[in-house]
């Protein structure tokens, strides 16, 4: 009872309260100190993740590439090639040009598009003939086999280009589709102040997830820029080895600027909508093909479908 009248006393009252509030003003100011930040912890962790997954996709690929990129030609492939003299015979700068825009480099992958444009006709040919000689020969006559081998035989002459004109056309859908972001990015990285070299460093190391036929593109055009005298050659091998008009349109800008001093940011947020109207041109273009493509699938299973559930109650009545 003596406990609760000192209480009650104006003075010990007023003691108890300031001593309440300034408990809960020490509890008020740390308790931010002691709250764990979960969001920064997090996103912390997301990003030491992300690096480790960019290092460890970075060295896959050069791993993947280094035998495309960098080995020379060996056995049995140069051997033939060197003997038959098939560089006077098949090269051309043509060839080359588009084994770049394919991402196949170096000696090697020459060599090997040269003995495969001189040998697959003469295995299709030689195949076609022991064929339609030996196994089967379809109730026809000699001259129209020795015929069909001959036109086997020029197929397989044709057959290497058809290949490496796919391989040249995915890379370039590929590159189209990150194109424009890719753009982008380089914008933004010219109006922050960077140089152009780091600039195409930085954004091939992001659109590397999108792209990465055009992540490569883009580090070689960093290491060109780095160690050529002339950056206009730099911006022309980029433009060679992609053959898209996106690209050459970048490429000249690139040039003129160099030459005259012009601003860039305009140029490319000019480039960058053009770019993004062509993809999706492309993706109008392939949307508007699909009723004509869907008329003989519809008329083959659907339509018989639909008449028989139509036309099957009226039939049965009227044979009954």
């Given at each position: 009872?003596?406990?609760?009248?000192?209480?009650?006393?104006?003075?010990?009252?007023?003691?108890?309260?300031?001593?309440?509030?300034?408990?809960?003003?020490?509890v008020t100011l740390a308790m931010p100190l002691l709250v764990?930040?979960?969001?920064?912890?997090?996103?912390?962790?997301?990003?030491?993740?992300?690096?480790?997954?960019?290092?460890?996709?970075?060295?896959?690929?050069?791993?993947?590439?280094t035998d495309r990129l960098r080995h020379d030609p060996r056995?049995?492939?140069?051997?033939?090639?060197?003997?038959?003299?098939?560089?006077?015979?098949?090269?051309?700068?043509?060839?080359?040009?588009?084994?770049?825009?394919?991402?196949?480099?170096?000696?090697?992958?020459?060599?090997?598009?040269?003995?495969?444009?001189?040998?697959?006709?003469?295995?299709?040919?030689?195949?076609?003939?022991?064929?339609?000689?030996?196994?089967?020969?379809?109730?026809?006559?000699?001259?129209?086999?020795?015929?069909?081998?001959?036109?086997?035989?020029?197929?397989?002459?044709?057959?290497?280009?058809?290949?490496?004109?796919?391989?040249?056309?995915?890379?370039?859908?590929?590159?189209?589709?990150?194109?424009?972001?890719?753009?982008?990015?380089?914008?933004?990285?010219?109006?922050?102040?960077?140089?152009?070299?780091?600039?195409?460093?930085?954004?091939?190391?992001?659109?590397?997830?999108?792209?990465?036929?055009?992540?490569?593109?883009?580090?070689?055009?960093?290491?060109?820029?780095?160690?050529?005298?002339?950056?206009?050659?730099?911006?022309?091998?980029?433009?060679?080895?992609?053959?898209?008009?996106?690209?050459?349109?970048?490429?000249?800008?690139?040039?003129?600027?160099?030459?005259?001093?012009?601003?860039?940011?305009?140029?490319?947020?000019?480039?960058?909508?053009?770019?993004?109207?062509?993809?999706?041109?492309?993706?109008?273009?392939?949307?508007?093909?699909?009723?004509?493509?869907?008329?003989?699938?519809?008329?083959?299973?659907?339509?018989?479908?639909?008449?028989?559930?139509?036309?099957?109650?009226?039939?049965?009545?009227?044979?009954?």
């Amino acid at each position: 009872m003596d406990f609760l009248y000192s209480l009650t006393e104006p003075e010990n009252a007023l003691m108890l309260l300031a001593g309440l509030a300034a408990f809960a003003t020490i509890v008020t100011l740390a308790m931010p100190l002691l709250v764990s930040d979960k969001l920064g912890e997090r996103m912390k962790y997301v990003a030491t993740e992300r690096e480790a997954l960019r290092r460890q996709f970075r060295e896959d690929m050069a791993r993947q590439r280094t035998d495309r990129l960098r080995h020379d030609p060996r056995g049995f492939v140069k051997k033939v090639v060197d003997q038959l003299n098939l560089h006077e015979l098949l090269e051309g700068e043509e060839i080359k040009g588009k084994l770049k825009q394919a991402g196949l480099r170096g000696q090697a992958p020459l060599y090997t598009f040269l003995f495969f444009r001189f040998v697959a006709p003469i295995i299709l040919g030689l195949g076609t003939l022991l064929y339609l000689f030996l196994v089967d020969d379809f109730d026809m006559r000699g001259t129209a086999r020795i015929a069909i081998a001959f036109g086997a035989m020029i197929i397989g002459f044709y057959l290497p280009n058809i290949v490496l004109q796919n391989m040249v056309q995915r890379r370039q859908e590929s590159i189209q589709r990150a194109f424009p972001d890719a753009l982008d990015l380089l914008l933004i990285c010219v109006e922050s102040g960077m140089s152009i070299e780091a600039a195409f460093g930085k954004v091939s190391t992001e659109v590397g997830n999108s792209s990465i036929e055009l992540m490569e593109e883009m580090t070689l055009t960093t290491a060109e820029l780095s160690y050529l005298q002339d950056r206009r050659v730099a911006y022309e091998n980029l433009a060679s080895r992609t053959g898209l008009p996106g690209v050459k349109g970048l490429c000249m800008s690139l040039i003129q600027a160099e030459r005259y001093g012009t601003p860039l940011g305009q140029a490319l947020r000019v480039m960058a909508q053009e770019n993004r109207d062509i993809r999706m041109a492309a993706a109008e273009k392939k949307a508007a093909a699909l009723p004509p493509k869907l008329t003989v699938p519809m008329i083959a299973f659907f339509l018989p479908a639909l008449f028989a559930v139509i036309l099957g109650p009226a039939a049965i009545q009227f044979m009954n």
